[in-house]
């Protein structure tokens, strides 16, 4: 009896520690998120503020063009501080990363505006967002990784689900202060000011988050690796790896121009495309983020049992038969709870596509450059289409006059993904990787 005891004893304790290595390095995508969601949920009041112009579109346009400008600074992030992560370690990366994240965040919350500062002002807020950009460019890839490497055997899926689903409460969160602002200051207040709260009370958050993180321990699998190849080494191999990084770039194609879709540009798209009031559009962002978390981690261990590919072969068709179709349905006679509905199936879509997508992409990158090639496929993929999605997909209604335009880049999107699935058939050859169900690996 006392083995045994033990055993579940020692056992409870370990999945404690798991649990806990999974808050601490999540809490940090958490913050990034957020960061990321504020911008784009004030596009407007920010654009007003240090963008301004004759023209409310113009102005809009150049503080989402500033939005995505950082999304640019993502590919140089992913492969400067992936190559840090693979070489000195996953813990000493991430607490990088978040002090590079907390400058850019603190830049854009206390700058000036553009009555006061002149051109200085926009100046200094692109450099934040710049910041911002590449401390994230390895954030996502850093804690997938490191989530993939903590994970028990045959949850991989499960555990790498937390990446995105701590950028879900990230939304929950955004989207709640957001209606809640929305509620107790004026429109004229918080244009001058009020969108400013969200970003300190970003910046408030930063010092717990970097004690939380600082007690992160290495991962085993980095520390029983032998040989840490060195920056340059990393770069060539990532480089002569560039068909598996090119087809992860489609991968995440679907993932980023949906997310993005369905959170950061769904207050400016109910507000200024469908002209509901903003109190609408965050709670509906706001069941977003809350069933994305619901879909995640269920995909995640749905994946672990069945294989990734049928879920992912699955969700791109739905996306590519659907999301036209939704959103002409939406902008035809627009209402809150079509606008509920047409974003919570996107969102079932997302939750399932990503929760099997991530884990898949730590599967197919080499272990050695891992972290770098995630980050910069990730990255790549943000910084082409997902991070400029709300700046495109407005050009695109404006050109065209056509509302449902979102639905049409979201199954380009999501062509793109399906194309890439397909063709990672031919990659399992070039890398030893495993992409058969988990449950089926383990019991081998």
């Known amino acids: 009896m006392r083995p045994a005891l033990f055993s579940e004893e020692t056992m409870s304790n370990e999945r404690s520690k798991k649990i806990k290595s999974v808050i601490r390095v999540a809490s940090?995508?958490?913050?990034?998120?957020?960061?990321?969601?504020?911008?784009?949920?004030?596009?407007?009041?920010i654009a007003a503020a240090f963008f301004p112009s004759k023209s409310e579109f113009a102005s809009l346009m150049a503080a989402l063009a500033t939005f995505g400008a950082g999304f640019l600074m993502r590919p140089l992030g992913a492969l400067v501080l992936g190559a840090y992560i693979d070489h000195h370690g996953r813990r000493k990366g991430l607490i990088l990363t978040l002090a590079l994240m907390a400058a850019g965040t603190?830049?854009?919350?206390?700058?000036?505006?553009?009555a006061v500062f002149g051109v200085?002002?926009?100046?200094?807020?692109?450099?934040?967002?710049?910041?911002?950009?590449?401390?994230?460019?390895?954030?996502?890839?850093?804690?997938?990784?490191?989530l993939s490497e903590i994970a028990t055997p045959g949850r991989k899926g499960f555990y790498t689900s937390w990446q995105s689903g701590s950028q879900q409460v990230a939304v929950v969160f955004a989207a709640t202060l957001g209606a809640l602002l929305n509620k107790y200051v004026s429109g004229p207040n918080m244009t001058a000011w009020g969108w400013r709260i969200?970003?300190?009370?970003?910046?408030?958050?930063?010092?717990?988050?970097?004690?939380?993180?600082?007690?992160?321990?290495?991962?085993?699998?980095?520390?029983?690796?032998?040989h840490h190849p060195k920056p340059m080494q990393i770069f060539r191999s990532t480089l002569a790896n560039w068909r598996i990084v090119l087809t992860a770039t489609m991968l995440v194609t679907m993932t980023t121009v949906t997310f993005y879709t369905i959170t950061a540009y769904t207050p400016t798209f109910g507000q200024q495309v469908l002209r509901m009031t903003p109190n609408d559009s965050y709670i509906v962002t706001l069941f977003v983020g809350l069933t994305n978390l619901l879909w995640l981690p269920l995909s995640g261990a749905l994946s672990d049992k069945i294989g990734r590919r049928p879920i992912l072969l699955a969700c791109t068709v739905l996306a590519l038969v659907t999301a036209y179709p939704a959103m002409s349905w939406l902008v035809a006679a627009p209402s809150f709870g079509k606008l509920l509905a047409v974003e919570l199936w996107l969102s079932f879509i997302f939750g399932c596509w990503n929760g099997a997508m991530i884990p898949?992409?730590?599967?197919?990158?080499?272990?050695?450059?891992?972290?770098?090639?995630?980050?910069?496929?990730?990255s790549l993929?943000?910084?082409?289409?997902?991070?400029?999605?709300?700046?495109?997909?407005?050009?695109?209604?404006?050109?065209t006059g056509n509302k449902a335009m979102p639905g049409a880049w979201l199954s380009l999107a999501a062509l793109c993904g399906l194309l890439a699935t397909l063709v990672t058939l031919g990659l399992e050859s070039e890398v030893n990787v495993e992409v058969q169900p988990a449950a089926a690996a383990v019991a081998a």
């Open 198 to 226: 969200p970003l300190l009370i970003g910046c408030v958050i930063i010092p717990f988050v970097f004690i939380i993180r600082r007690s992160l321990t290495e991962t085993d699998e980095f520390l029983k690796r032998k």
């Open 106 to 114: 603190l830049s854009i919350a206390i700058v000036p505006g553009y």
């Open 28 to 45: 940090g995508n958490f913050l990034e998120m957020y960061d990321f969601m504020v911008y784009g949920y004030y596009a407007k009041a």
């Open 360 to 378: 898949f992409l730590t599967e197919i990158m080499p272990a050695e450059v891992r972290t770098a090639g995630f980050s910069l496929a990730y």
């Open 120 to 146: 200085v002002a926009p100046l200094l807020v692109l450099l934040g967002r710049l910041l911002q950009g590449f401390s994230a460019g390895v954030e996502l890839g850093g804690v997938s990784v490191y």
């Open 381 to 399: 993929a943000t910084a082409i289409f997902g991070g400029f999605t709300p700046m495109i997909v407005t050009w695109l209604i404006h050109v």
